[in-house]
C-alpha cells in the first residue's frame, strides 16, 4: 500500500458542522412552519422571526420572500428546503439577501435529486453552481452535497464530479456562507 500519494479522505460534513459559525443575533427562518416530524427551528435561537407563506405551527409572520425584502435587517438566516417551492427562486434568493446585514451568515439546503412534494407545490432542483448563481452577495464558506447514501464536497474552483445516483435517495445541495460586507 502507498502511504505518500494517497488522498486523504474528505470529512463527512454534517449540518451541525456547517452551521457552526453561524452568527450571533437576530435570525431569520425562512419557511418556519412545523410538520410531520420537522423540529421547530425558531428555538434553537434566543431572538428569532419565523416566517413561512402560510400560517401554521412554527410560523410568527405570513411572508412570502418572492414577494420583497422584510423591513427589518438579520444576522443571521436559515433557508432549508424551501427555494425549490418558489416559482422564482432568484427573487428570494435577491430579497433575503436584501434583508440580511453585511457580514450576516446564511445556512441554506435545496434537493438535488428528491421526489416531487408539494408545500404548496414544487417547481425546482438544483446544482452547487446555481445556489452560488442566485446567492450573488455571499461568499460560501462551505457547500457540500449531502445526501442519505452519499457525500461529496464541492472544492474551491467550484468544480466537482456528480455524486453516484441512488434509485429513491435524496441529495441536497447544503451551503453556508456570509454576506459580503460591501455588495453592490
Known amino acids: 500500500m502507498k502511504t505518500g500519494s494517497q488522498k486523504k479522505p474528505i470529512k463527512q460534513p454534517t449540518h451541525d458542522r456547517i452551521l457552526s ?38 410560523v410568527d409572520m405570513v411572508h412570502d420572500m418572492e414577494e420583497g425584502r422584510l423591513p427589518e435587517l438579520f444576522d443571521h438566516v436559515e433557508c432549508l428546503s424551501v427555494l425549490e417551492h418558489s416559482r422564482r427562486p432568484w427573487l428570494m434568493a435577491q430579497h433575503i439577501q436584501e ?3 453585511a457580514g450576516a451568515t446564511i445556512y441554506l439546503s435545496v434537493p438535488f435529486v428528491w421526489r416531487f412534494h408539494g408545500y404548496p407545490s414544487d417547481y425546482w432542483r438544483m446544482t ?43 441529495i441536497e445541495v447544503v451551503a453556508f456562507g456570509r454576506k459580503r460586507v460591501f455588495s453592490p
Do not use: W
Open 128 to 170: 452547487h453552481a446555481a445556489v452560488v448563481g442566485i446567492f450573488d452577495r455571499i461568499d460560501f464558506e462551505a457547500i457540500a452535497y449531502i445526501g442519505d447514501k452519499t457525500t461529496l464536497m464541492v472544492d474551491e474552483q467550484n468544480k466537482t464530479v456528480i455524486p453516484e445516483m441512488y434509485e429513491n435517495s435524496r
Open 21 to 58: 459559525g453561524a452568527n450571533q443575533g437576530r435570525t431569520l427562518i425562512v419557511g418556519s412552519a412545523v410538520y410531520a416530524g420537522k423540529p421547530d427551528r425558531r428555538l434553537l435561537y434566543p431572538d428569532c422571526l419565523g416566517i413561512d407563506m402560510q400560517t401554521g405551527y412554527g
Open 99 to 101: 434583508s440580511m446585514r
